[in-house]
T-cell receptor, first 119, second 112 residues
Framework: SAVISQKPSRDICQRGTSLTIQCQVD?????MFWYRQQPGQSLTLIAT?????????ESGFVIDKFPISRPNLTFSTLTVSNMSPEDSSIYLC????????????????FGPGTRLLVL | KNQVEQSPQSLIILEGKNCTLQ??????????LRWYKQDTGRGPVSLTI?????NTKSNGRYTATLDADTKQSSLHITASQLSDSASYIC???????????FGRGTSLIVHP
């Protein structure tokens, strides 16, 4: 299994400020992702964090709003910039580890999440 | 468009009772289907993973079924416990992509 930690676990922020969320994995993983989960909703993929290069963003998410870094295979950060109350959500780091070449041998793990409230 | 629909949206049962959660998907081509349990304030944790050739898979009191022809899956919980109270999320991955499609989840509450 992969142990994922996120910092902070929760925060309350003022409108217009920025927050950087850290994700640390206990071992090297193939892929790292950032998800958002709004109240009562499913998980929505924000972006795939690529090591040493720009993240790959999903439709509706842009780098200026959600800059992501991944300096190595075990660490990534997500920044929520110029926050508004609509950014209040749970942000989850997720990783995939490939144990073999078939889809059943992939395992996706999730971090505990960061609860963000923007006032 | 790939979609995963779960029902019911929420469910309340008494401790010790059984329940079944449903998942319908349109993801194609199909690679695998996972059921996750997400406790309040925690990240999702995988319960089962099933591929095209698997019809049933069990993990303790959790039993998942898959009908790839009708694109339906179910998660059956036997002899429910208070600790089963959580959101259960169906996640389907299509072939050729590492990006899965998530259902909205079923919120289960087990009352004593």
């Amino acid at each position: 299994s992969a142990v994922i930690s996120q910092k902070p676990s929760r925060d309350i922020c003022q409108r217009g400020t920025s927050l950087t969320i850290q994700c640390q994995v206990d071992s090297q993983v193939t892929m790292m992702f950032w998800y958002r989960q709004q109240p009562g909703q499913s998980l929505t993929l924000i972006a795939t964090a690529n090591q040493g290069s720009e993240a790959t963003y999903e439709s509706g998410f842009v780098i200026d709003k959600f800059p992501i870094s991944r300096p190595n295979l075990t660490f990534s950060t997500l920044t929520v910039s110029n926050m508004s109350p609509e950014d209040s959500s749970i942000y989850l780091c997720s990783v995939i580890r490939m144990l073999g070449s078939t889809s059943v041998q992939e395992t996706q793990y999730f971090g505990p999440g960061t609860r963000l409230l923007v006032l | 468009k790939n979609q995963v629909e779960q029902s019911p949206q929420s469910l309340i049962i008494l401790e010790g009772k059984n329940c079944t959660l449903q998942c319908n998907y349109t993801v194609s081509p199909f690679s695998n289907l996972r059921w996750y349990k997400q406790d309040t304030g925690r990240g999702p944790v995988s319960l089962t993973i099933m591929t095209f050739s698997e019809n049933t898979k069990s993990n303790g009191r959790y039993t998942a079924t898959l009908d790839a022809d009708t694109k339906q899956s179910s998660l059956h919980i036997t002899a429910s416990q208070l600790s089963d109270s959580a959101s259960y999320i169906c996640v389907v991955r299509g072939g050729g992509s590492y990006i899965p499609t998530f259902g909205r989840g079923t919120s289960l509450i087990v009352h004593p």
